[in-house]
């Protein structure tokens, strides 16, 4: 048996979710688990069907940036969905669901950089894509993409060396892709349940927002606004002082910390 089907086995093993997961496409190498998942969802894919790889050639980050994903790395898509009023919600979802797995299976307490890295120690661990497709007041899918730097040397990549860690990096110690893997997606689905059921998740999400009460600049298309982050709404979007006082709610963006 190969290496990818010893970890496919022993996630169907370990995963204990009422639907996440439940139906998993698990491959060797793919271009983007977030193109083949939305092809499954446009096949009428089931509600938290999941695609794992174990590299991507060509996987995506927030902002049409690449996303590094050799093998090391855990590269999954989820299908979902969610009514139209939840799916600003899939971010805080998802950024939630990371920081819980982290801690359970390593330890680790992690940091959300607003919207959705996730950081340790001020480096990037992880990053989420969200993908929807809406017709008129329909979700027909959303998929949120999650890629975690598990098993991998930072080092000997030099374009990210500097901004980016690795669990096995923090803990030197190799972390099991499936323990991870299930581990996730068992606290995505009980999020997003109590997200469906309309509890404030918000909440816990602000509580692990790195980004608030300090300086930023967040540039959104050729806008650029600057002020001091002071906290987040219930959809997840930033509210903003500027340096005027005045307030300003941010939907999305790019942050760079100007000062802390």
Not at 63 to 69: E, G, K, P, T, Y
Not at 90 to 101: G, P, Y
Not at 126 to 142: P, Q, T
Not at 172 to 193: D, T
Request: charged letters at 25%; one cysteine or more.
């Amino acid at each position: 048996m190969s290496d990818y089907q010893d970890i496919e086995s022993a996630l169907r093993g370990q995963l204990n979710t009422k639907f996440v997961g439940q139906r998993l496409h698990y491959f060797p190498s793919l271009t983007s688990t977030m193109e083949a998942a939305r092809e499954l969802a446009r096949e009428g894919a089931a509600n938290g069907t999941v695609v794992i790889a174990d590299k991507q050639t060509a996987g995506r980050g927030r902002l049409s940036r690449v996303w590094l994903s050799p093998e090391g790395n855990l590269a999954i898509s989820i299908i979902l969905k969610p009514s139209l009023n939840s799916l600003p919600q899939l971010t805080m979802i998802a950024s939630l669901a990371v920081v819980r797995a982290l801690r359970k299976v390593t330890g680790l307490e992690a940091q959300i950089k607003w919207p959705n890295d996730i950081l340790i120690k001020g480096k990037k661990v992880c990053g989420i894509l969200i993908e929807s497709e809406v017709k008129s007041d329909r979700v027909n899918f959303a998929i949120i993409g999650i890629g975690v730097n598990i098993n991998l040397n930072p080092s000997a990549f030099p374009e990210i060396s500097a901004i980016a860690t690795s669990l096995s990096s923090e803990l030197g110690r190799e972390i099991s892709k499936a323990e991870l893997a299930s581990a996730l997606l068992s606290e995505l689905e009980q999020i997003y349940l109590e997200a469906q059921a309309e509890a404030p998740i918000y909440r816990e999400w602000q509580k692990h927002m790195e980004t608030l009460g300090k300086w930023i600049q967040v540039k959104t298309g050729e806008s650029v606004e600057e002020g001091k982050a002071e906290t987040v709404t219930e959809n997840g979007n930033l509210i903003l002082r500027r340096t005027d006082g005045s307030l300003t709610e941010i939907l999305a963006g790019d942050v760079t910390i100007i000062k802390n």
